[in-house]
């Protein structure tokens, strides 16, 4: 149901309830006339009746456990107690004042039923003070169940048991397998008699002698650090001659001369001259330089 449906039937709701409590109004005003109240007492007294059934409605509503229990016993006895009320209002043709103020009358013929009826007419004022109070307290000390909240944990058991609920999946069912019977051999039977066949001496086969094992003396392992090598031999060095700056700059002018400006790198100057990765750039940071100042 939408918003608009459930206003609707709320104020349909309290439209009936109105109109009701308006008929059980000049019910309950005559009979509270008749028991001795005067004309204000008399005005009130319906709502002291049908406004604590409203109050134990809404507790109801809210309450829980025990103590919506209770709420509802409030409200069923209320409820009775105003029937029987309306009921006598509708028996005894004293109670229609047509107008007129009621005077204090008798509520039945029977003297235990006048009296019960005078008892429970008279009480209600007093229940509604005690039963009211409890309701509106139980309503302030009410603390909703908080809802738990879902963890991952709770979400990871609730996977488990979707995943096991798949077992319960019709699944095709595998082939029999045939087994095809071994066929066992005939039994055999054997005599126990001592054999007659001469069996062959065995040589006694004298232990060899093992040499005893001399312990071996090992050399003890130097904790002394091992000395730097020497020297690069000569030999073994390059015999290409140091080349200095100049000659390096003239070297990479001579190469770099048709390469455009986006070519001139330090990888490129290095593979053609031949040099450091550090001569390499500072060659082409000179050469860029010289390409951007012009020449005098």
Do not use: C
Not at 22 to 50: C, H, K, M, Q
Not at 69 to 80: C, D, M, N, P, S
Not at 102 to 110: E, G, M, N, P
Not at 253 to 276: L, Y
């Amino acid at each position: 149901m939408n918003r608009k449906g459930k206003i609707l039937l709320v104020a349909a709701l309290v439209a009936v309830v109105a109109m009701a409590f308006r008929v059980s109004w000049n019910a309950l005003r005559d009979i509270a006339s008749a028991v001795g109240a005067d004309e204000t007492a008399a005005t009130l007294y319906p709502f002291v009746v049908d406004g604590l059934m409203a109050l134990a409605l809404i507790a109801t509503l809210v309450l829980t456990d025990d103590a919506r229990k209770f709420a509802l016993r409030v409200l069923g006895t209320y409820t009775l107690a105003s029937l029987v009320l309306n009921y006598v209002h509708g028996l005894v043709p004293a109670l229609h004042a047509d107008g007129v103020a009621v005077d204090w009358t008798r509520l039945a013929d029977w003297d235990p039923a006048n009296w019960a009826l005078v008892l429970l007419a008279t009480s209600l004022p007093v229940g509604s003070i005690y039963f009211g109070s409890d309701l509106v307290a139980k309503v302030l000390h009410h603390r909703p169940t908080p809802i738990p909240a879902l963890d991952a944990n709770a979400e990871e058991s609730t996977e488990t048991e979707m995943i096991r609920s798949t077992a319960d999946l019709a699944e095709s069912t595998p082939a029999p397998i045939t087994v095809a019977p071994l066929r066992m051999p005939d039994p055999v039977m054997v005599e126990f008699v001592k054999s007659t066949v001469p069996l062959k001496p065995i040589p006694a086969v004298a232990p060899a002698p093992v040499a005893s094992i001399a312990p071996r003396p090992v050399p003890a392992e130097s904790t002394r650090p091992r000395r730097a090598t020497g020297r690069l031999p000569q030999a073994a060095r390059s015999t290409r001659p140091k080349r200095t700056a100049a000659e390096l700059l003239a070297e990479a002018r001579k190469a770099t001369a048709g390469w455009p400006d986006g070519k001139v790198t330090a990888e490129g100057i290095r593979r053609e001259v031949h040099t450091s990765p550090v001569n390499a750039r500072m060659l082409r940071d000179t050469l860029l330089a010289e390409r951007v100042t012009p020449a005098p």
